[in-house]
Every structure is written in structure tokens, then in C-alpha cells.
């Protein structure tokens, strides 16, 4: 998988840049408002897409910038972009409210995102046409909701494993395995599906 989403990576300049404003909101909280103006949006966005409600959505995410904003003196840089960390609270807010039942999990799947997956297969018999995305939607709705996140973040957001490490507290490598035994599943699952038709 070589498509990744500029949306995520930013240059040395921009990320030295960035470092300039997490370095004065950590010396005083008044200066976490740069931060919180160039990210709410896509803090809500990835809320949005997993609670599936705007009301809820926004809820959370104040929750998360509050949150960013007591805790942002334990920040560091770990050759991420700051985002990466906010997305951290923000899924770690939204597990809060989950196991609380508070809120329920929804999951944004559109037919490109089915196609990243797809080829990913590594042979033919699994591609993805019309008739097998079914069987394809059938077997993500089989995943852990620890595997649909991570499908979510590779495949749908396009993100590099580096940064969904980053979120997930986990190693890149950790990562990488991961996501290799979901499309393993995944393939396992449709064959089998494709096997009863």
C-alpha cells in the first residue's frame, strides 16, 4: 500500500513550526488556542466518522481539547505530527464513552475504501468485483472492533503506520502485524464466504 493522505504528513518546516506553538502552550495554556483553531476540524471529522452522530461528536471532541490542553506539558515529539497525539486522546476519550455505553461505535465504509483493501489480497481468486464486495463488508463486520480501528486508520484515512502506531500506543512494527493478520482474516473469511455460494 502506497497511497497515503497528505492530510496526515507535514514537512521538517511545518512540524518546526508546529514545535514553536506546542513549546508556548506548554509553557502557558492561553497559547493552545493556534492549536486547537488548526485542528478542531479534523478532531471532530474523526470522531464524526466513529460516533456517527454531530451532537455526540462535538461533545467528545471539546472533551478531547480539554483534555489535550491539561495535558499537553507531557507532550513529546516522537517524529509524528502533533495530530497524531490529539488523535490519541480523541480515541482513547471515545473508548471512555463506549465502554460507558454512553455512545455507540458506527464504522464509515465507502466502496473505495473496500477497494484499498481488496488490494492488498495477494492473489486473484479474492479481488473485489460487484459481486464479492458483500462477502467483503460481510467479513469486516466479523472483525474485532480493535481490528475495524485499525483497518479504519490504514485503509480508509490512509494513514502510515507510523502514526497509526503513534495512536494506538503500539510499535510500528506491532502495527504492521496487525494489519497483516486482519487482511489474512479478511481474505480467509470471503473465500469462505465465496466457498458456501
Known sequence: MNATNAHYHHTKDAIA??????KAAQKDPKAFAPLYDKYY???????????????????????V?????????????????????LHMVARNEMNLAFRSKK????????TDHLHNIA???????AGLDDERLPMLLEGISQLTLDE????????????????VSEIL???ESNAKVRMHRIIKKLKSLMLERHGED
Open 65 to 85: 481539547f480539554v483534555k489535550a490542553i491539561t495535558s499537553i506539558k507531557k507532550y513529546q515529539f516522537r517524529g509524528v505530527p502533533f495530530t497524531s497525539w
Open 148 to 163: 475495524i480501528e485499525l483497518l479504519e486508520m490504514r485503509y480508509f484515512e490512509k494513514r502510515p503506520f507510523k502514526e
Open 41 to 63: 476540524v479534523q478532531i471532530f471529522r474523526f470522531v464524526l466518522k466513529r460516533l456517527g452522530n454531530e451532537q455526540d461528536a462535538s461533545d467528545v471532541t471539546s472533551q
Open 17 to 22: 513550526q508546529e514545535e514553536l506553538l506546542i
Open 169 to 171: 500506543e503500539i510499535t
Open 119 to 125: 488490494d492488498e489480497f495477494e492473489d486473484d481468486n
Open 103 to 110: 455512545y455507540d461505535r458506527t464504522v464509515d465504509v465507502k
